[in-house]
């Protein structure tokens, strides 16, 4: 079992920026992927960005130069550096890690882009 805690959520203006988090309970290096999906209340969860065991990078083409996965070895550590946040990246944004065929889900943060 791995648990997944988000953190870094929050109420920002358009154009500004948050860091997310997410901590796992076990060493994300021997995760095969770790990822940052969002979901929007009747919408289905979308995937945002990831990374995966080699370090290869993927992202929303919607997020594409705004976005950035990186891991944290030392405090089993995931961020996703947001910039130039939009209205439409409002949502419940949740950490996803896949572990040995096993998929774990986060309780979600919420983040809100609003004036």
């Known amino acids: 079992q791995v648990q997944l805690v988000e953190s870094g959520g929050g109420l920002v203006q358009p154009g500004g920026s948050l860091r997310l988090s997410c901590a796992a309970s076990?060493?994300?290096?021997?995760?095969?992927?770790m990822g940052w999906y969002r979901q929007i209340p009747g919408k289905q969860r979308e995937l945002v960005a990831n990374v995966i065991k080699g370090g290869s990078t993927n992202y929303a083409d919607s997020v594409k130069g705004r976005f950035l996965i990186s891991r944290d070895y030392p405090t089993n550590t995931v961020y996703l550096q947001m910039n130039t946040l939009k209205p439409e990246d409002t949502a419940v944004y949740y950490c996803?890690?896949?572990?040995?065929?096993?998929?774990?889900w986060g309780q979600g943060t919420q983040v809100t882009v609003s004036s």
């Open positions: 076990r060493s994300i290096f021997s995760a095969n992927f």
């Open positions: 996803n890690g896949r572990y040995e065929g096993y998929s774990y």
